[in-house]
């Protein structure tokens, strides 16, 4: 580790007095694939993407391979319906088809480690999109939105929308207590551990004074996690809290949802069970990702809130990591510290995020071009 540094370290010092230096921050890197920059024009690149059945995955495969066409790359665009054997076997056969890079979202973060073994041996560089993949020394890159900050959001709007505290950060009108019930993401996606922790971390004060309550008792991640992320999974937990704990007139406040598919099965639930009146109107609920689905619940009136994640970033930055290793450069990163897989701390490019309400969904998401007026009527 300290060698490679020195060496790096080195090669920077010589290039920096080299004729030809000009003064821009990039560094040349020892990569392998980027040894014959010249070769790699038009290369194959492989991008693998976890499931088509919610609507971001979709529009991110569409958009990385865009960008990189655009940049003149052959693409290998596959979705493996959230199963584990087939996304391995998807890895397998684009290091078979010769790809230069590997551009990946994961399933299971951790069980994609012989793969990228044999992609290592093949010198074929990898870059983790979206989730971080773990248990692997082979992850060059970590193309990412800022996890720790989109729980953070999440627990917030909760707190803005039961009136504990103000949209600018100031004490609210309400003082509770709130009766909350809290819902985490998939156990082998590392994302779902960080916006549980950027949550916890507003709302565990909250907790301890009383102000919040979670009467199922319910708050570690083990017994809050919701396999793949699945929408029916969480209307069955929904439900299930409903009748153990909610009967005789104790009502929900307050729903901590990781992701806009398990809000619409937790809506769903609650809907079954007589909320959205006037006298029983729905908790506040928050998201992930505002999929058309869940911003038109915002509009009416279900679920409270969203994170709005421009994926069309994260695929232009995972675009741009992809062609810089190629042409021998190394990525711009913002993060060396947070991201450790077990093995190694991968370099990250953190994007930033959005909380989207009823109040701003049309600066954020129609006035971005993120979404026609149309789209969400
Ligand atoms: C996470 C991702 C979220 C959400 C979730 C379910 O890894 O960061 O934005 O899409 O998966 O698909």
Do not use: H
């Amino acid at each position: 580790m300290r060698k490679s540094r020195v060496v790096l370290a080195a090669a920077a010092a010589l290039l920096a007095l080299s004729p030809g230096a000009c003064g821009s921050s990039e560094k040349t890197v020892d990569k392998d694939a980027s040894s014959g920059a010249a070769d790699n024009a038009g290369a194959l690149i492989g991008v693998t993407m976890p499931t088509r059945a919610s609507q971001r995955w979709n529009g991110d495969g569409e958009n990385v391979k865009k960008e990189l066409e655009a940049l003149g790359y052959k693409v290998d665009l596959q979705y493996a319906e959230d199963d584990i054997p087939t996304q391995v076997n998807q890895i397998d056969s684009q290091i078979t088809k010769g790809v230069r890079v590997l551009i990946i979202a994961s399933i299971d973060g951790a069980a994609i480690t012989s793969q990228l073994q044999t992609a290592a041996d093949a010198k074929i560089p990898v870059i983790a999109y979206d989730r971080l993949i773990l248990k692997s020394p082979n992850v060059d890159y970590y193309a990412t939105f800022d996890n720790f900050k989109v729980g953070v959001q999440q627990a917030n709007s909760l707190l803005i929308g039961l009136k504990l505290v103000n949209a600018d950060g100031t004490p609210g009108t309400a003082k509770g207590p709130f009766n909350v019930e809290l819902f985490a993401g998939s156990p082998d996606d590392n994302n779902a551990t960080f916006f549980f922790n950027g949550a916890m971390s507003v709302l565990q004060p909250y907790l301890d004074k009383g102000a919040l309550k979670v009467p199922s008792g319910q708050t570690d991640f083990k017994s809050i996690a919701i396999l793949r992320w699945q929408a029916r999974e969480a209307q069955n937990r929904m439900e299930n809290l409903l009748t153990s704990t909610y009967r005789s007139g104790v009502k929900v406040d307050g729903v901590l949802s990781p992701y806009d598919g398990l809000s619409i099965g937790i809506v769903s639930a609650l809907k079954s069970s007589g909320y959205g009146t006037a006298g029983l109107p729905y908790p506040v609920i928050t998201g992930q990702d505002a999929e058309v689905t869940s911003v038109k619940s915002i509009i009416a009136g279900e679920q409270y809130s969203t994170i709005f994640k421009d994926y069309r970033d994260l695929a232009k930055t995972s675009a741009q990591m992809a062609d810089a290793i190629l042409k021998g450069r190394k990525p711009v990163t913002n993060n060396e510290k947070d991201y450790d897989n077990g093995v190694k701390v991968v370099p990250s490019m953190l994007l930033d995020t959005t909380i989207v309400n009823k109040d701003n969904y049309e600066k954020a998401l129609i006035d971005s071009g993120f979404y026609t007026q149309a789209q969400l009527r």
